[in-house]
Every structure is written in structure tokens, then in C-alpha cells.
């Protein structure tokens, strides 16, 4: 089968990585979850005790000799940087507080953006989801989805998520992080979040997560008829 990349963009909880995770299945494609390639380096300079804000210059120096890699044979793929695995660590309250002032960082970005579009040619059979994905890293895409919904919805979400993963947080620190976030990753300079011209804008505050992936699918089977799996 023919190349097919799809991209998923949007906003911290509003569903991305579950959808083009599921997206992925439905379709017989690979996944790429690139906000975790900004947490994981996040995490491994915390680790280390660099401060993103005042040391930029040694998280570009750890972006560059240590890419964080998917190890694409397992399913979810984990996440190495180096040689460490910082999966577990990607959802911490440190790393979500401190990966816009990662992601911030131009020569970083630089780095990611090559990695990621690397990927991308090592496995052109891709859902990929981010921020910068349909606008920056794949703007020839074959298909793209720009997802949003309402900060409460998405602080409610991130909030289960966090509290189901044993994590101890409340809900109003949850939201105050999202809104920081989504001001960080709006006015930055390189890659801001932003909906490609050409994007699909899909709400998903009301929808649940079959039917969001419902629609999804239909939109990539109607694009790329000849690329994707046949329905089982």
C-alpha cells in the first residue's frame, strides 16, 4: 500500500493521543505520539537537574545526543532517552509543568521536527499527533484533523487520566496548568499550536471517543480509499 499520513493536532485533553492511537488501529497504521518526545527529554533534564529556563542550552545539547526513540515493536512503542526508558515518567506533574518551556526552545524544536519527519520517511504509514504536526512537521499530510474542545471538558479529562494513573491532583490545578499551557504553546514562536488552513476542526467536548473515532475514520477512507485497511 501507497504512503498515508495523518495528523492529529490540537489542544493538551482534547483527546489526541487516544484517538490517533485507536485511529491507528482502525486503519492498519503505525502511531507517533510526539508531545511524549517533548516529555520524555523533559523529564530526562529534570532528572538531571537542568532547568529548561535557565540552562536552554544543555537540553539542546541532550536533544542532540540523546534523541528520545520509540521502540516501535512494542505496543503502545516506549520511549527512550538514551539509553533510559522514561515512559512511565511522561505524565508526572513536574514534566507537565515544565514541557512548554522544552518545547519552546527553537533549536530544540529543530531537532524534533528532523527526528520526527525522519520517522515519518522510516514509516510512511503514520497517525501522528501533536501540536505542530499538519502545520510544521508534515504540512503535504494526505489527511488532517485540527481536534479542540472546551477547557473544562479537557481539565476534567486530564484530571481522570492523571487520577487513574495513581497521580494526586486537583482539578483546579489540572485546568490553572492546561490554560498555562495553551498560552505557552499559542505564543511561541517556532511551531505554535495552531489549525492548518487545510485541517478538519473536529469538537470534541460532546462526542465520545467512539464516536469521534467513528468520524475520523470515515473522513480517512473517503481521502485515501486505496491506502488504508479494509474494515474487518
Same mark, same amino acid.
Given at each position: 500500500?501507497?504512503?498515508?499520513?495523518?495528523?492529529?493536532?490540537?489542544?493538551? #485533553?482534547?483527546?489526541? &493521543?487516544?484517538?490517533?492511537?485507536?485511529?491507528?488501529?482502525?486503519?492498519?497504521?503505525?502511531?507517533?505520539?510526539?508531545?511524549?518526545?517533548?516529555?520524555?527529554?523533559?523529564?530526562?533534564?529534570?532528572?538531571?537537574?537542568?532547568?529548561?529556563?535557565?540552562?536552554?542550552?544543555?537540553?539542546?545539547?541532550?536533544?542532540?545526543?540523546?534523541?528520545?526513540?520509540?521502540?516501535?515493536?512494542?505496543?503502545?512503542?516506549?520511549?527512550?532517552? #538514551?539509553?533510559?526508558?522514561?515512559?512511565?515518567?511522561?505524565?508526572?506533574?513536574?514534566?507537565?509543568?515544565?514541557?512548554?518551556?522544552?518545547?519552546?526552545?527553537?533549536?530544540?524544536?529543530?531537532?524534533?521536527?528532523?527526528?520526527?519527519?525522519?520517522?515519518?520517511?522510516?514509516?510512511?504509514?503514520?497517525?501522528?499527533?501533536?501540536?505542530?504536526? #499538519? &502545520?510544521?512537521?508534515?504540512?503535504? /499530510?494526505?489527511?488532517?484533523?485540527?481536534?479542540?474542545?472546551?477547557?473544562?471538558?479537557? /481539565?476534567?479529562?486530564?484530571?481522570?487520566?492523571?487520577?487513574?494513573? #495513581?497521580?494526586?491532583?486537583?482539578?483546579?490545578?489540572?485546568?490553572?496548568?492546561?490554560?498555562?499551557?495553551?498560552?505557552?504553546?499559542?505564543?511561541?514562536?517556532?511551531?505554535?499550536?495552531?489549525?492548518?488552513?487545510?485541517?478538519?476542526?473536529?469538537?470534541?467536548?460532546?462526542?465520545?471517543?467512539?464516536?469521534?473515532?467513528?468520524?475520523?475514520?470515515?473522513?480517512?477512507?473517503?481521502?485515501?480509499?486505496?491506502?488504508?485497511?479494509?474494515?474487518?
Amino acid at each position: 500500500m501507497r504512503r498515508l499520513i495523518v495528523t492529529l493536532d490540537g489542544p493538551a #485533553g482534547s483527546g489526541k &493521543s487516544t484517538i490517533a492511537r485507536d485511529l491507528a488501529a482502525r486503519l492498519g497504521l503505525e502511531f507517533l505520539d510526539t508531545g511524549a518526545m517533548y516529555r520524555g527529554l523533559t523529564a530526562r533534564c529534570l532528572d538531571r537537574g537542568v532547568d529548561p529556563v535557565e540552562e536552554p542550552f544543555y537540553v539542546v545539547e541532550l536533544a542532540r545526543n540523546q534523541l528520545p526513540a520509540f521502540d516501535f515493536a512494542e505496543d503502545p512503542p516506549r520511549l527512550s532517552v #538514551g539509553d533510559t526508558d522514561v515512559t512511565d515518567r511522561l505524565r508526572d506533574a513536574d514534566v507537565n509543568h515544565a514541557v512548554s518551556d522544552v518545547a519552546a526552545i527553537s533549536a530544540v524544536r529543530s531537532v524534533m521536527v528532523a527526528a520526527q519527519q525522519q520517522i515519518g520517511r522510516d514509516h510512511p504509514r503514520l497517525v501522528t499527533e501533536g501540536r505542530d504536526q #499538519g &502545520s510544521v512537521v508534515f504540512p503535504d /499530510a494526505d489527511v488532517k484533523f485540527f481536534l479542540e474542545a472546551s477547557v473544562a471538558v479537557r /481539565a476534567e479529562r486530564r484530571h481522570r487520566q492523571l487520577t487513574e494513573a #495513581g497521580r494526586t491532583i486537583s482539578l483546579a490545578e489540572v485546568r490553572h496548568n492546561i490554560v498555562e499551557r495553551d498560552e505557552k504553546d499559542s505564543q511561541r514562536t517556532d511551531g505554535p499550536l495552531t489549525c492548518p488552513p487545510d485541517a478538519e476542526t473536529i469538537d470534541t467536548s460532546d462526542r465520545t471517543i467512539p464516536e469521534v473515532l467513528d468520524l475520523l475514520e470515515r473522513r480517512v477512507r473517503e481521502a485515501a480509499p486505496d491506502a488504508v485497511a479494509a474494515t474487518a
